[in-house]
């Protein structure tokens, strides 16, 4: 799927209609962009990182979600708006994964700024639907590399469709990008080659990796919701902790965007059912690792993911 042509990835843009309260949007307004970088404004660190990839030297890049930061939580500040009001497009995940800057998005009402969802490269066929939320979708896309691969390549016609005059360069750099996520979605396959299917079961802090277990054939369970707006309750803990000590599950998963309390939590409660389950070590969820760390980049995560993943479930049960 990642090698698909560009020409069957739809070029078709979604524009929102932006105005930030109190701020005139200095948007793109037909300006020619051709001689100047293009300041572009991501939301999470996955989505600044794959602009940057796909824009390369054309663009200037700010994320507002570093490491760490659980996107269902974040809250715009008065820097964000300054930012987005002063950008030229901006760029965010979608389904509802910005939950508390949906506010935002909505007052968005004029057409100078364009605004991209990357998560409209992922036809609806493709979109799982969320367990939670009837007519809503699962918004973490990036955790099946084939359906991030197609992000990118979307990105570079969102980027084409305001500095046509670089098309040939996004879409060079679109097709690299996804290049890369494909030798990283082999690392993976190759890894999970090493569980055998009854131990290919994930346990998580939230329930975010459910691209990641419909594409790698691991059965997933997280504690919160699809969103960690919603906080599990004791019943919650009850049920995962049943779930893992009836199955004997090894090991469980901590995220680093989310509270470990929960975790812990289950942990202890699976304990007290006279099973001793081990915490396998911290996923990346819904952020990359800080610059420079092994985690710090698309493919980075992935590979630090799978190979956690992998020495978390490979040892038996009480070992």
Same mark, same amino acid.
């Given at each position: 799927?990642?090698?698909?042509?560009?020409?069957?990835?739809?070029? =078709?843009?979604?524009?929102?209609?932006?105005?930030?309260?109190?701020?005139?949007?200095?948007?793109?307004?037909?300006?020619?962009?051709?001689?100047?970088?293009?300041?572009?404004?991501?939301?999470?660190?996955?989505?600044?990182? *794959?602009?940057?990839?796909?824009?390369?030297?054309?663009?200037?890049?700010?994320?507002?979600?570093?490491?760490?930061?659980?996107?269902?939580?974040?809250?715009?500040?008065?820097?964000?708006?300054?930012?987005? !009001?002063?950008?030229?497009?901006?760029?965010?995940?979608?389904?509802?994964?910005?939950?508390?800057?949906?506010?935002?998005?909505?007052?968005?009402?004029?057409?100078?700024?364009?605004?991209?969802?990357?998560?409209?490269?992922?036809?609806?066929?493709?979109?799982?639907?969320?367990?939670?939320?009837?007519?809503?979708?699962?918004?973490?896309?990036?955790?099946?590399?084939?359906?991030?691969? *197609?992000?990118?390549?979307?990105?570079?016609?969102? *980027?084409?469709?305001?500095? &046509?005059?670089?098309?040939?360069?996004?879409?060079?750099?679109?097709?690299?990008?996804?290049?890369?996520?494909?030798?990283?979605?082999?690392?993976?396959?190759?890894?999970?080659?090493?569980?055998?299917?009854?131990?290919?079961?994930?346990?998580?802090?939230?329930?975010?990796?459910?691209?990641?277990?419909? =594409?790698?054939?691991?059965?997933?369970?997280?504690?919160?919701?699809? &969103?960690?707006?919603?906080?599990?309750?004791? =019943?919650?803990?009850?049920?995962?902790?049943?779930?893992?000590? !009836?199955?004997?599950?090894?090991?469980?998963?901590?995220?680093?965007?989310?509270?470990?309390?929960?975790?812990?939590?289950?942990?202890?409660?699976?304990?007290?059912?006279?099973?001793?389950?081990?915490?396998?070590?911290?996923?990346?969820?819904?952020?990359?690792?800080?610059?420079?760390?092994?985690?710090?980049?698309?493919?980075?995560?992935?590979?630090?993911?799978?190979?956690?993943?992998?020495?978390?479930?490979?040892?038996?049960?009480? *070992?």
């Amino acid at each position: 799927m990642l090698k698909r042509t560009l020409a069957a990835v739809s070029a =078709a843009a979604m524009f929102l209609p932006i105005v930030l309260s109190g701020c005139a949007p200095a948007g793109t307004g037909g300006m020619d962009l051709s001689g100047r970088q293009i300041r572009v404004v991501a939301t999470t660190s996955m989505i600044a990182e *794959l602009v940057q990839e796909v824009g390369g030297n054309r663009v200037i890049v700010s994320g507002l979600m570093g490491p760490g930061v659980d996107p269902h939580l974040y809250k715009a500040s008065e820097g964000d708006v300054s930012r987005m !009001s002063s950008a030229d497009v901006i760029f965010y995940n979608g389904l509802h994964l910005e939950g508390k800057m949906g506010e935002i998005f909505e007052q968005m009402s004029s057409l100078r700024i364009p605004a991209f969802a990357v998560s409209d490269a992922v036809p609806e066929t493709s979109l799982l639907e969320s367990a939670y939320f009837t007519g809503n979708y699962d918004p973490h896309i990036w955790f099946d590399a084939g359906l991030w691969g *197609l992000a990118a390549l979307r990105a570079a016609e969102d *980027l084409a469709s305001i500095d &046509s005059t670089s098309a040939d360069l996004y879409r060079a750099n679109a097709q690299a990008f996804a290049e890369e996520i494909a030798e990283a979605d082999q690392y993976v396959r190759q890894r999970v080659a090493e569980l055998p299917p009854e131990s290919r079961v994930l346990v998580t802090s939230h329930d975010a990796f459910g691209y990641f277990g419909r =594409a790698y054939g691991f059965e997933v369970n997280g504690l919160q919701g699809l &969103s960690t707006a919603a906080e599990a309750g004791t =019943a919650d803990v009850a049920g995962l902790a049943d779930f893992v000590a !009836s199955r004997r599950v090894p090991a469980l998963f901590m995220e680093s965007s989310v509270s470990p309390r929960g975790i812990e939590a289950v942990r202890a409660a699976v304990r007290s059912r006279g099973y001793e389950v081990r915490i396998g070590g911290t996923l990346f969820g819904d952020a990359l690792g800080a610059p420079g760390t092994a985690a710090g980049t698309y493919a980075g995560m992935v590979r630090s993911n799978i190979d956690t993943i992998v020495a978390g479930l490979i040892t038996p049960a009480g *070992l």
